[in-house]
T-cell receptor, first 112, second 117 residues
Framework: DAKTTQPPSMDCAEGRAANLPCNHS???????VYWYRQIHSQGPQYIIH???NNETNEMASLIITEDRKSSTLILPHATLRDTAVYYC?????????????FGAGTRLTVKP | DAGVTQSPTHLIKTRGQQVTLRCSPI?????VSWYQQVLGQGPQFIFQ???????GRGNFPDRFSARQFPNYSSELNVNALLLGDSALYLC????????????????FGDGTRLSIL
């Protein structure tokens, strides 16, 4: 079962920052937070991941709260092409475990 | 660089038939995972292979099987197809550069859409 909770849908105006929340209140110390997105009819696309520090790459920023029970994915300047389903996943790294447990995600709609 | 490639892109089968789906990982990636995505839901984990051995299995019946070849490509087989097997089947690869623990992300192909009539 997915161990994350995300709002089912969100809207964002084009050019504005999109802030997508994720609750993972039962996260363990050895679990990473990953974000993927899926644009219609394509496979999930990796965005970013982190353990406890905030992370930034060319696509987005990941803010993880100090207690690690929630996180926020930030798309700094959303475009229409960012319209997609965004998945927040927590993943434990143990021997022989490499699976990703996806939930239902957040459907982000970027509007002009 | 080529990403994860899957074939075929679309497939139509009838109930009771068998199907084989194929996946080529990103060059240099040794780990391959398979997922099933039913319409309106997130992907569900089926199998993970590393160095040609099964390393993980999700909650799927024995009708589902897979294998990995020496070149790290992989096949997913589904026997005795049911209507409920209609889904997008996704393959993902990751480098697995550390022997047993890796936080490297998986990278997905665009999937094979399987329709059962």
């Amino acid at each position: 079962d997915a161990k994350t909770t995300q709002p089912p849908s969100m809207d964002c105006a084009e050019g504005r920052a999109a802030n997508l929340p994720c609750n993972h209140s039962t996260i363990s110390g050895n679990e990473y937070v990953y974000w993927y997105r899926q644009i219609h009819s394509q496979g999930p696309q990796y965005i970013i991941h982190g353990l406890k520090n905030n992370e930034t790459n060319e696509m987005a920023s990941l803010i993880i709260t100090e207690d690690r029970k929630s996180s926020t994915l930030i798309l700094p300047h959303a475009t229409l092409r960012d319209t997609a389903v965004y998945y927040c996943i927590v993943r434990v790294l143990i021997y022989n475990n490499n699976d990703m447990r996806f939930g239902a995600g957040t459907r982000l709609t970027v509007k002009p | 660089d080529a990403g994860v490639t899957q074939s075929p892109t679309h497939l139509i089968k009838t109930r009771g038939q068998q199907v084989t789906l194929r996946c080529s990982p990103i060059s240099g990636h040794k780990s391959v995972s398979w997922y099933q995505q039913v319409l309106g839901q997130g992907p569900q984990f089926i199998f993970q292979y590393y160095e040609k051995e099964e390393r993980g299995r999700g909650n799927f019946p024995d009708r589902f099987s897979a294998r990995q070849f020496p070149n790290y490509s992989s096949e997913l087989n589904v026997n005795a197809l049911l209507l409920g097997d209609s889904a997008l089947y996704l393959c993902a690869s990751s480098p697995r550069d550390r022997p047993f623990y890796s936080n490297q992300p998986q990278h997905f192909g665009d999937g094979t859409r399987l329709s059962i009539l």
